[in-house]
């Protein structure tokens, strides 16, 4: 049994070992409270030490999964922090029940992000609350498993464009004339941005643009010190696998890293609040990679 991942299982497949989850299915966009094991979001032994005191953060997508991890990062370190998600509101109460526990207010705001308005009031709504706004993470997204590109329905297709990459060009419009010199945003790109990935064609396709999204507005922006970065993760375990993912590849997910398992979403959490914070203050135009040991050309 693996000392640091106790609840993947191990089985032999073509005389190498591979960690797997149990199979299972729910739908989309899915809920921590219904995955088996859980995911990890927060790691006990990490203390903040007031890298973002009294900073403001919109994340949206922060009610669970890598948000999530990143969202209690943050108030760790004295942010407070408003979530925009889509309607998983028990993930995102208990999201906000640690982010108070350790400190930081929480602003929860539940909307479909697809629409510019529901963008723009996003951001009006942290600016009210808070009066102000630091730091935007655009890390929501969807995806769908299919066999082809021909199976791409034209519905589906506008669905995860404007959910992955139009999105982020509305929440960053809405933002930017709040924010100022020393101002950050990170976007969430993937892997598969970098290396493809067949099943998940248009998902991928958004990736790609969030990386040249980051790498163009990081230039753009640049006379004015707002520093714009992306995290490309590999696997991860967060409910959008098992309510995007089959059973039989939610029980493999992972499991071809160089690591041999998913990183759990408290891995990521760090990349965040550097990419946040004063310590990143000469970065900008760059992805930080966390993928497992996957060998990426950037």
């Not at 690591?259 to 965040?272: H, M, N, V, W």
């Amino acid at each position: 049994m693996n000392p640091i991942y106790p609840y993947y299982k191990k089985e032999t497949v073509c005389k190498e070992q591979v960690f797997t989850f149990p199979p299972q299915k729910q739908p989309l966009p899915g809920l921590e409270s219904l995955m088996n094991p859980r995911p990890i979001s927060e790691a006990p032994s990490l203390r903040g030490s007031g890298k973002l005191d009294g900073k403001t953060i919109l994340i949206t997508g922060g009610d669970s999964g890598i948000g999530k991890a990143a969202a209690i990062a943050f108030a760790k370190e004295g942010a407070n922090v408003a979530i925009a998600y889509l309607s998983e509101r028990s993930d995102a109460e208990e999201t906000r029940q640690r982010i108070e526990h350790h400190g930081g207010r929480c602003l929860l705001i539940e909307t479909d992000l697809k629409h510019k308005a529901n963008c723009t009031r996003s951001v009006q709504d942290t600016v009210r609350t808070f009066g102000k706004l630091d730091i935007l993470v655009n890390n929501h997204a969807v995806q769908y498993e299919r066999n082809s590109i021909l199976d791409i329905t034209e519905e589906q297709l506008y669905n995860v464009f404007q959910t992955n990459i139009i999105s982020y060009f509305f929440l960053i419009q809405a933002a930017l004339p709040h924010l100022s010199s020393g101002s950050s945003i990170i976007n969430t790109a993937s892997v598969v941005a970098y290396e493809g990935y067949p099943p998940l064609i248009d998902y991928s396709a958004t990736k790609g643009a969030v990386v040249t999204l980051t790498r163009s507005l990081a230039r753009s922006l640049a006379h004015q010190n707002i520093r714009v970065n992306c995290v490309a993760p590999g696997p991860v375990w967060t409910p959008l696998i098992p309510a995007s993912l089959s059973p039989y590849n939610v029980s493999t997910f992972g499991s071809d890293t160089a690591l041999g398992r998913a990183s759990q979403p408290y891995e990521l959490a760090a990349a965040y609040v550097y990419l946040a914070g004063d310590d990143s203050s000469s970065v900008t135009g760059e992805c930080i990679h966390i993928n497992g040991g996957a060998m990426v050309t950037t």
